[in-house]
Each structure stands twice: as C-alpha cells, then as structure tokens.
C-alpha cells in the first residue's frame, strides 16, 4: 500500500467515527426530545381537562345562579300579590262588627247603646292595627318636625310657648314599625 491509499483510507475511517458521532447526536438529542415532547403533550392534556372542569363548574354556577334569581322574582311577585292578606285577616272580623253596627243603628231606640257600640268597634280596629305595627303619632303641643308633620298654615302663636310648635292637629300622622306612612297635617304657630 502507497502512502495515498494509506491516508485515504485513514479518511475515510475518521469520516466514519464522525458520522456515526453524528448520528448519535441526533439518536441522544431525539431521546431528550422525546420525554420533553410527551411531558409538554401529558400537560395539555391536563390543562384541557382542568378547563372543561372549570368550564363544566361555570355553567353549573351559572345556572344555578339564573335559578335562584327567578325563584327569587317569582317569591317577590307572589309576595307582593298576598302583601296585604294578613292586614285584611285583621280588618275582616271589624268589618262584620261594623255592619251588625249598621244593623243595629236601624231598629235601635237608645243612642248611647249604638254609641257604645261603635267605640268598641273603634277600639277594636285600633288594637289591631297596633298589634300589627301602626302608630299614631302625638303632634299637639310639640316642636314642629317637617320629617313628620305636614304644616297646612301658620297662625299667630296664642302664647309665647307655642311659637314653632304645633298649634292644632287637623289629620293625625301614623307610623308603622317606625317609618312613617303618614304625615301629620299640622297648623304651626310663628
């Protein structure tokens, strides 16, 4: 052999090593690559699945939520239908009172016996209507308040005690549970 055959053949063995290193480079970065590829895919999938979760809680919520609100409008609107049922339960049996009152006004002689009668009728409604909440607010002899009085005129004060107060009284003022439903309608003396 000739020194050329020699050193082709030395150049051919020494592109052979670096093939191969190639090749294996390749191999070892297709096996890093591969577990990186599966982790990041096995990820996905997580990620998927973690949404359709919370996507499939959303619309659960969701619809739970749109439930409650119309359960809610449609208690509100029954509640407002039957609001007054249990204030008429109260006035119904004062109602029958006051027409056996009428009744009893046409054939009776004696007008203290109907008068009576319609006091306790009166006193009747009264105590129900105060079981219930309601009250008459006192204005008489008191400091005018434009939160609950309603002043009709001012007159010239009849004494220098009554300047600012509430002079007479010509509608009574009412409150239920505290706030006020009616104001007083007042004459207050300057």
């Not at 030395?10 to 093939?19: A, D, G, K, L, T």
């Not at 609100?69 to 049996?93: M, S, Y």
């Not at 009172?97 to 008068?115: H, I, S």
Request: proline letters at 3%.
């Amino acid at each position: 052999m000739t020194t050329e055959e020699n050193k082709t053949e030395i150049q051919e063995n020494e592109q052979i090593p670096q093939q191969t290193n190639e090749e294996q480079s390749e191999a070892t970065e297709q096996e890093t690559i591969k577990p990186i590829t599966e982790a990041i895919e096995n990820i996905e999938k997580q990620l998927n699945a973690k949404i359709e979760e919370l996507n499939d809680k959303y619309i659960r919520l969701y619809s739970e939520f749109d439930n409650y609100r119309k359960r809610t409008q449609k208690e509100k609107i029954e509640l407002h239908k039957t609001a007054g049922e249990d204030i008429f339960k109260v006035l119904l049996p004062v109602l029958d009172d006051f027409e056996r009152a009428m009744n009893a006004m046409n054939e009776a002689k004696d007008v203290n016996a109907v008068k009576e009668g319609v006091e306790l009728i009166f006193n009747k409604l009264k105590n129900n209507l105060q079981q219930k909440g309601l009250a008459a607010m006192e204005s008489k002899g008191q400091t005018f308040d434009a939160d609950i009085h309603e002043a009709v005129t001012n007159i010239p004060a009849p004494s220098e005690d009554l300047k600012g107060k509430v002079v007479d009284e010509l509608e009574k003022g009412y409150s239920l549970n505290g706030k006020v439903i009616r104001f007083a309608k007042v004459i207050v003396g300057n």
